[in-house]
């Protein structure tokens, strides 16, 4: 069966950066549409960024355009999400998730079909 392993998360300091990465197995990252979404306690999944493919165009929510960097390296079937000057309001537990080929502006859960176990990202001083 298709996973989605992601990795990286943990305590960061606010205003400081952090990697997380997600990496497919049992297919290859071309098949998908990818992106993150992140899930803070009482609160609603919500869109990080998306990566599409084939094209490999990327998209943001607006409060992480200029601070977040979604990308792929395909032959590690891996994708990551580098976070620059964090908030810690932007503590959550950090989503991987796969949608179909295809598609510019995929930005709601619904739309992915397949999801990491989620990485916690803590953004505390």
């Known amino acids: 069966q298709v996973q989605l392993v992601e990795s990286g998360g943990g305590l960061v300091q606010p205003g400081g950066s952090l990697n997380v990465s997600c990496t497919t197995v049992?297919?290859?990252?071309?098949?998908?549409?990818m992106a993150w979404f992140r899930q803070a306690p009482g609160k609603e999944r919500e869109f990080v960024a998306v990566?599409?493919?084939?094209?490999?165009?990327?998209g943001y929510a607006d409060s992480m355009k200029g601070r977040f960097t979604i990308s792929r390296d395909n032959d590690k079937n891996t994708v990551y999400l580098r976070m620059n000057f964090l908030r810690p309001e932007e503590t959550a537990v950090y989503y991987c998730?796969?949608?179909?080929?295809?598609?510019?502006?995929?930005?709601?859960?619904?739309?992915?079909?397949?999801w990491g176990q989620g990485t916690q990202v803590t953004v505390s001083s």
């Open positions: 990566s599409t493919w084939p094209g490999g165009s990327t």
């Open positions: 049992g297919d290859y990252v071309t098949s998908y549409t």
């Open positions: 998730a796969a949608a179909s080929r295809g598609g510019t502006s995929r930005r709601t859960p619904a739309e992915y079909k397949l």
